[in-house]
Nanobody, 115 residues
Framework: QVQLVESGGGLVQAGGSLRLSCAAS????????MGWYRQAPGKQRDVVAT???????NYADSVKGRFTISRDNAKNTVHLQMTRVKPEDTAVYYC?????????WGQGTQVTVSS
């Protein structure tokens, strides 16, 4: 079992920056991929960015060049640095980690971008 605690959401103006963090505990040695997903009202949950244990990253096209995902294996944390945010980035952001057999989700943190 892995437990996740997210932090860092809030209200930000368009063009501004925000940093999300997710701390993992429990069976941390089984974690492979860590990532961030988001779900806007009335829409499906979509991937934002992922990072492997070896720090290989992938990004959704909509956030490339604006968001940066990073991971600290020693501290079992994953961060999402959001810059030049847009109103369409407004969503609940979820941390997700994948082990070799299971996926675990955080409780979600609201990010609201005002125009």
């Amino acid at each position: 079992q892995v437990q996740l605690v997210e932090s860092g959401g809030g209200l930000v103006q368009a063009g501004g920056s925000l940093r999300l963090s997710c701390a993992a505990s429990g069976d941390i040695f089984s974690i492979n991929v860590m990532g961030w997903y988001r779900q806007a009202p009335g829409k499906q949950r979509d991937v934002v960015a992922t990072v492997t244990r070896g720090h290989s990253t992938n990004y959704a096209d909509s956030v490339k060049g604006r968001f940066t995902i990073s991971r600290d294996n020693a501290k079992n944390t994953v961060h999402l640095q959001m810059t030049r945010v847009k109103p369409e980035d407004t969503a609940v952001y979820y941390c997700k980690v994948s082990t070799w057999g299971d996926d675990y989700w955080g409780q979600g943190t609201q990010v609201t971008v005002s125009s």
